[in-house]
């Protein structure tokens, strides 16, 4: 059995030592218990994390994925949520590239005035089905 320590553990997976022992207190991962004052955890624990980080991309909370592991440590995966988040992040990679065709276009858009362009009025009717918002803080990062 490869045992690594939390620096270790740390430097091979990019996630803070304190990150690690956080998961370690919400019973995400486990160590196997100390080696003077270094946390010591099986080698496994990498791939365990790789799962976490996964989960936390794909928009799962930290008790969502918690659940996703079984009382054993290994993974029970919920299929059915998984394919629900697949669904979410699909209609989100839609929405994305409708935001950027439309941004290409008015960065590119020789016209004198957008709303006088037929790509552009194209491109903008496609939008009210989606959820394109005007957030603030975007424009105002823009402005400075």
Not at 112 to 126: G, I, N, V, W, Y
């Given at each position: ?44 624990v990498l791939m ?97």
């Open positions: 059995m490869v045992v690594l320590d939390i620096g270790e553990v740390a430097e091979r997976s990019g996630v803070a030592p304190s990150t690690l022992r956080y998961y370690e207190e919400i019973g995400l991962i486990a160590s196997l218990g100390r080696h003077g004052l270094r946390r010591q955890f099986e080698a496994d365990k994390l790789s799962l976490i980080a996964m989960g936390k991309a794909a928009g799962f909370s930290l008790e969502e994925i918690a659940g996703m592991f079984g009382r054993d440590g290994k993974p029970a995966i919920p299929r059915d949520q998984l394919r629900v988040r697949a669904d979410e992040l699909q209609r989100q990679i839609a929405e994305l590239r409708t935001l950027r065709d439309i941004l290409r276009h008015v960065a590119d858009c020789p016209a004198p005035s957008h709303l006088e362009c037929p790509t552009f009025r194209k491109l903008m009717q496609a939008a009210p089905g989606r959820r394109l918002a005007y957030r603030p803080s975007v424009a105002r990062r823009g402005a400075q």
